[in-house]
């Protein structure tokens, strides 16, 4: 039986990261990703089914593949996630199953994600002062967050990343208290960078962390690191192994030339780059008859397409869809 040959886009870069939003929508509104009073959302009849899923995430297993994160909008929002999430860990060539969540459904939802085979969260936090928190995500949610990742803690999840997009006036001074209480808890931080996608995007307080990563290694001490996943982040580790603290820096470092992963919207819509408009509707093939090897045949044909890099700082204005519609 012949292997089929990795999916490798025309600039030699391997794609084995697939992000999959498993719906648009989200209990939160920070500040940076959805407009307040935003409602155009995806019809739930143009939602991939947990079939079609399924059978996405199988072809570009066959591929070469191997990691994949479950996305949103808010992805607990979605019915059964955790019955999806076995579906998924039980592909074969599935090796990495992670979950992208803001963590105000998580309490009641972790040990189920665990014990279907998610092994890794990303939690969506930009601050530990609630009223601060409030202001950034139009909603009072810090305590079921923060109950949130104790269960996940308890239920074993490792690592649990604590995402935070740091912006100047709002809680850049929160760096440090941030990196303090991942510390403590054995969470890994990452700071990141506002990307200008969507007018949200772009009216969002852009901060270089390229000073903060200096300042953060000079007090802590911190030394370059690695830690797995697949993601763009760069790390720094403490001395003593203990805690890492990771920077994705779209604008002031950008990580194009090492890009390797692939977006796919809750309507079935590959996206080839966040920062680009590049895509491939996977939804006609799905619901068309197309079979296993007509799929493979146009993901393969779509990651032709996928650009060299974004433009974020020579076209700002560029993207117009809000994040939450491409999945994170």
Same mark, same amino acid.
């Given at each position: ?5 990795i ?8 794609? %084995? ?9 989200? %209990?939160?509104?920070? /500040? ?6 935003? /409602?155009?959302?995806?019809?739930p ?12 995430v199988?072809?570009?297993? !066959?591929?070469?593949?191997?990691r994949?994160?479950?996305? $949103? ?12 999430? +076995? ?9 990495d199953?992670s979950?992208?969540?803001? *963590? ?27 009223? !601060? ?7 009072d ?6 109950? $949130? ?12 990343k604590?995402?935070?997009v ?12 941030? *990196?303090?209480f ?21 009216? +969002? ?13 000079? !007090? ?11 993601? &763009? ?6 001395? %003593? ?10 604008? /002031? ?14 309507? $079935? ?22 079979? %296993? ?13 996928? &650009? ?7 076209q &700002? ?12």
């Amino acid at each position: 039986m012949n292997t089929p040959a990795i999916l490798q886009d025309r600039f030699g870069r391997r794609i %084995d990261y697939l992000r999959l939003s498993v719906t648009d929508r989200c %209990d939160l509104r920070c /500040s940076y990703c959805m407009p307040q009073g935003f /409602s155009d959302y995806e019809q739930p009849a143009d939602w991939l089914d947990f079939a079609e899923i399924t059978r996405v995430v199988a072809a570009f297993a !066959r591929m070469g593949t191997s990691r994949f994160r479950i996305t $949103g909008g808010e992805p607990l929002l979605r019915r059964n996630l955790p019955g999806l999430a +076995a579906r998924l860990a039980a592909l074969p060539g599935v090796g990495d199953l992670s979950l992208s969540t803001n *963590a105000t459904h998580l309490a009641k939802h972790a040990a189920a994600l665990k014990a279907a085979g998610v092994s890794r969260l990303n939690v969506s936090l930009d601050s530990l002062c609630s009223e !601060r928190l409030q202001q950034i995500t139009r909603r009072d949610a810090l305590d079921e967050i923060l109950e $949130g990742l104790l269960v996940a803690k308890t239920n074993g999840f490792t690592p649990i990343k604590i995402n935070m997009v740091v912006m100047a006036g709002v809680n850049e001074d929160e760096v440090e208290n941030m *990196a303090e209480f991942c510390a403590r808890h054995g969470f890994v931080l990452r700071l990141i960078e506002t990307m200008p996608v969507g007018e949200t995007g772009r009216s +969002a307080a852009y901060t270089d962390l390229q000073p903060i990563r200096q300042r953060l290694q000079q !007090r802590y001490g911190l030394v370059d690191g690695i830690i797995g996943g697949g993601g &763009p982040a760069r790390y720094l580790v403490s001395p %003593d192994g203990r805690f890492n603290i990771g920077f994705i820096t779209p604008l /002031s470092q950008h990580f194009c030339e090492t890009c390797n992963r692939v977006r796919l919207a809750v309507d $079935g819509t590959l996206y080839l780059c966040l920062g680009q408009e590049h895509a491939l509707p996977l939804r006609p093939l799905l619901r068309g008859g197309a079979s %296993d090897a007509e799929l493979e045949a146009a993901i393969r044909q779509a990651i032709e397409l996928k &650009p060299e890099r974004h433009e974020f700082r020579e076209q &700002p204005g560029k993207i117009v869809r809000v994040m939450s519609m491409t999945g994170g």
